[in-house]
T-cell receptor
Framework: DARVTQTPRHKVTEMGQEVTMRCQPILGHNTVFWYRQTMMQGLELLAYFRNRAPLDDSGMPKDRFSAEMPDATLATLKIQPSEPRDSAVYFCASGTTGLNYGYTFGSGTRLTVV | GQQLNQSPQSMFIQEGEDVSMNCTSS?????WLWYKQDPGEGPVLLIALYKAGELTSNGRLTAQFGITRKDSFLNISASIPSDVGIYFC?????????????FGKGTKLSVKP
């Protein structure tokens, strides 16, 4: 089964440190999403890319978050500097435009900022 | 922005019972998706609906795309313990620079054996 791979699965870091989360989308998928999940807010869209171009990052705090796709096999989400309120599970999902929009999610990165 | 209202928030049912949950929106969507999330994992797609009025089944799951394009429901028949998890609806509009998948807050399902 093709899957979206996210690393690391868990990350504990101190406030102020830089955090980088990585995602390997399914080969051939042209759309990549970053979501953040918390108990209070549920699944929030942070950013998404189509054909490696950023289409919407309005859900992301621009002063500390950045998302990139250096190539078709890697998407990154960086937080610098991290804050305790960034603690959440971050999911990457990939899919392809066309008739079927069943985006596939990775297993997530659980981030704890202390 | 667009929001999806999903209900109920949680359900406690006996094994063998049928389950029904729904999602409504103030906006129109072109596609409705239903996902299930198990603890420690990402959401997994259960059913995708692409046309208003469409009724689609996947095993014991049945979902419908509302005629107004502003709502959808998911039914689970004869529930079993492995149905436990959080079910999310998601609405999607595509075309141009769109493709943004908006999620409901989820319905947490507990099944008592």
């Amino acid at each position: 089964d093709a899957r979206v791979t996210q690393t690391p699965r868990h990350k504990v870091t101190e406030m102020g440190q830089e955090v980088t989360m990585r995602c390997q989308p399914i080969l051939g998928h042209n759309t990549v999403f970053w979501y953040r999940q918390t108990m209070m807010q549920g699944l929030e869209l942070l950013a998404y890319f189509r054909n490696r171009a950023p289409l919407d990052d309005s859900g992301m705090p621009k002063d500390r978050f950045s998302a990139e796709m250096p190539d078709a096999t890697l998407a990154t989400l960086k937080i610098q500097p991290s804050e305790p309120r960034d603690s959440a599970v971050y999911f990457c999902a990939s899919g392809t435009t066309g008739l079927n929009y069943g985006y596939t999610f990775g297993s997530g990165t659980r981030l704890t900022v202390v | 922005g667009q929001q999806l209202n999903q209900s109920p928030q949680s359900m406690f049912i006996q094994e063998g019972e049928d389950v029904s949950m729904n999602c409504t929106s103030s906006s129109i969507f072109n596609t409705w998706l239903w996902y299930k999330q198990d603890p420690g994992e990402g959401p997994v797609l259960l059913i995708a609906l692409y046309k208003a009025g469409e009724l689609t089944s996947n095993g014991r799951l049945t979902a419908q795309f509302g005629i107004t394009r502003k709502d959808s429901f998911l039914n689970i028949s004869a529930s079993i313990p492995s149905d436990v998890g959080i079910y999310f609806c998601a609405g999607l509009n595509y075309g141009g620079s769109q493709g943004n998948l908006i999620f409901g807050k989820g319905t947490k399902l507990s099944v008592k054996p």
